[in-house]
């Protein structure tokens, strides 16, 4: 088997087992309600954690996106209460000042040469300092459009229901899997992880890529807000506190090489629904703490990050013997 695949075979192995043992525990979570459920629970981590496996793969980091997430959602429920403007206005106005945010993080990366760690943690401040400026409490969004889209959704076999925040979770995933892996600029994506030189030397358009991907990363935390908005009809300045640290996870536990250059978009999809499995076996068992969450997480995270270590250097030793 090509090596490259190996991170993603693991978490897709991990997660059919880890899911079988649940099933055989618990008969039940093999409903369709619990996969609707999984679903809708996870669609706005999901979303932004497609954005993140953008930027790891082009060997950077967004730690902005859990405070995008919650201006988002400050910003949609302060407009809604201020002003007449239609929720659709307010959501292309989200994802317009989201987008160019990340494109301007994109451009300080490139253009200034500074680590992508130290602006998307400025940016996380900004975005975090913003929400507050526009409102400290919790603002309830009672817009009855709000309810027309929680209203929508397609009914599955056995009662389930794929609502429209966790279609667009698959659908953004889809996208995301054929832009990563159809398109021109996927391909200049992963030439990045591989190294800015090489890339450089292979015609890649460094500054166009950059910028491109961490707009695409706001754009996408912006997405994820309005779905955040949509699942919990309010917006709060607080909210999805270090979201950044799980959309990592899940994209590092679904295969994905934290220095860049190696993974893929469909791998990232399974890493979230681990974690989703995780918190729904610990509902259903109703004895275990919510911190086992964090726990099991960790301990896949140390797991993958030795795999992919061994990888590296089995990957290395081939080449010096090759």
Request: glycine share 14%.
């Amino acid at each position: 088997m090509n090596p490259r695949y190996l991170p993603l075979t693991a978490t897709v192995a991990i997660f059919l087992i880890a899911y079988a043992v649940c099933i055989a525990q618990y008969p039940n979570m093999l409903s369709t309600r619990v996969i609707g459920n999984l679903l809708t629970d996870n669609a706005f981590l999901g979303i932004a954690a497609v954005g993140m496996t953008f930027v790891i793969l082009s060997g950077g980091i967004d730690l902005s996106i859990g405070a995008v997430i919650a201006f988002t959602g400050v910003f949609l429920a302060v407009l809604l209460q201020a002003t007449s403007i239609h929720p659709l206005v307010a959501f292309a106005l989200a994802l317009a000042i989201t987008t160019a945010f990340g494109a301007l993080m994109g451009a300080i990366i490139h253009h200034l040469e500074m680590p992508p760690f130290i602006v998307t943690l400025a940016g996380m401040f900004l975005a975090r300092g913003m929400a507050f400026v526009l409102s400290i409490d919790s603002i309830p969004i009672k817009h009855p459009f709000y309810a027309t889209l929680k209203g929508f959704y397609y009914k599955l076999p056995g009662g389930g229901r794929i609502t429209l925040i966790g279609g667009l979770m698959l659908v953004v995933f889809a996208a995301g899997i054929l832009i990563a892996h159809r398109t021109r600029f996927g391909a200049n994506d992963y030439a990045l992880g591989g190294g800015t030189a090489t890339a450089r030397l292979m015609g890649v358009p460094i500054a166009g890529t950059t910028i491109g991907i961490y707009a695409l990363s706001g754009f996408l935390a912006g997405l994820s807000g309005i779905v955040f908005s949509l699942y919990t009809s309010a917006g709060y300045s607080l909210a999805t506190v270090g979201v950044e640290l799980d959309a990592i996870a899940a994209v590092v536990i679904g295969g994905t090489l934290l220095t860049g250059g190696s993974g893929f978009v469909a791998g990232t999809l399974v890493g979230i629904l681990i974690q989703g499995l995780i918190q729904t076996y610990i509902t259903f068992d109703g004895s275990l703490s919510s911190w086992w969450t964090k726990i099991l997480i960790g301990l896949l995270l140390f797991a993958f990050i030795l795999l992919q270590k061994g990888l590296i250097h089995f990957t290395g030793r081939r080449r010096r013997y090759a």
